[in-house]
Each structure stands twice: as structure tokens, then as C-alpha cells.
């Protein structure tokens, strides 16, 4: 399975999302050129899950699927940077959130990826009622977040998230601790 992150940057994104548990899987044969992408990801995800109680969130773009496992809820999401909109993130953003957020590709991942990690909670029924900040950035490719509203969605905390681009891609990962 192709490495998209080093043993460091899992580690400091664990310690950052204060979750140990958490794993990334990605594959290019999970991406949705490939009209049997769902079920390899399927696949893969019970053989990792199979007799664990672990939360598990799935991403993927043309060329490349993902998912990520952890004992929180979890959220993730992988896109292709050009393929962001500003005119479609300002349509679900706020004029506050659109002017800390780092870029208009981190809000947008941001957001999706805690949409997905609040499906264990009440989740929102568009990503626009959810409410980004706090923003840090960690280095040239990487900055966190949080989720400014989650007691709209009886979370129980504000979750940490982390925006990394590498080359064309944006990969999200957001945590709810448990």
C-alpha cells in the first residue's frame, strides 16, 4: 500500500488530534476510476476493523481513495485542490470564517470532514451549519483547526482538526474525542 504519510507526520497528527488510535490507509485502486473502488474499500476497512471497536471515515477522488480508523469519531476528506470553488465554499461559509481560514481548499475539507465525524452525534443536515476557526498554523503544509458550534450537535467537545497539503492534494482529518 503506497505511503502518503511518514511514521513522524502520523505520530505528530495523532498527538495533535490527541488520538493514538488513529491509522490512514490510501490506495490508487480506490479511487473512483475504479468502478469496484467501494468495494475494495469495504474490504479493506472490515479486514482492519474486523473484531475492533473502531470508528472509520472514507474519502476518495478520481485517482486516489482513503480511509482513516480511530476509538473517536472520526471524519476525513482528500481533494484535489484546483477542483475547489471559492464561489461554492463562500456559498456554505461565513464571511468569518472565509477571512481567517488559511484557504478556501482547507475550509472546504474542514467542513466535510466534520460533517462526516458528526454523523455519530447530531449531525447537521448541510455542511453550511457548521461553524470553523481557531486556526494554527503548523508549518508550510499544514494547519488545525476546530469546530466552533459542536454543542449544536450534542458533540461531546469541539474535536480537533488538521488540514495537510501535499503536491495537488488537501487531506483532512477531524476528531471528536471521546
Request: proline content about 4%.
Amino acid at each position: 500500500m503506497p505511503m502518503i504519510f511518514s511514521d513522524s507526520t502520523l505520530e505528530s497528527f495523532r498527538k495533535i488530534l490527541h488520538s493514538p488510535s488513529l491509522q490512514i490507509f490510501a490506495h490508487p485502486d480506490w479511487g473512483s476510476h475504479n468502478p469496484a473502488h467501494r468495494e475494495l474499500l469495504r474490504a479493506e476497512i472490515q479486514k482492519h476493523t474486523e473484531g475492533k471497536n473502531l470508528y472509520h471515515s472514507v474519502s476518495h477522488t478520481q485517482d486516489l481513495g482513503m480511509f482513516a480508523l480511530c476509538e473517536s469519531p472520526i471524519g476525513v476528506d482528500l481533494e484535489i485542490i484546483s477542483r475547489v470553488q471559492d464561489k461554492v465554499v463562500a456559498r456554505v461559509s461565513s464571511n468569518e470564517e472565509l477571512s481567517v481560514a488559511p484557504s478556501a481548499f482547507a475550509l472546504w475539507c474542514a467542513k466535510e470532514a466534520c460533517f462526516k465525524a458528526l454523523k455519530t452525534f447530531e449531525q447537521p443536515s448541510v455542511v453550511s451549519k457548521i461553524s470553523i476557526g481557531d486556526w494554527q498554523n503548523i508549518d508550510s503544509q499544514t494547519e488545525t483547526f476546530t469546530l466552533l458550534n459542536s454543542t449544536e450537535f450534542k458533540s461531546s467537545s469541539e474535536g480537533r482538526g488538521i488540514v495537510r497539503q501535499i503536491s495537488q492534494w488537501s487531506f483532512c482529518f477531524f476528531v471528536i474525542p471521546s
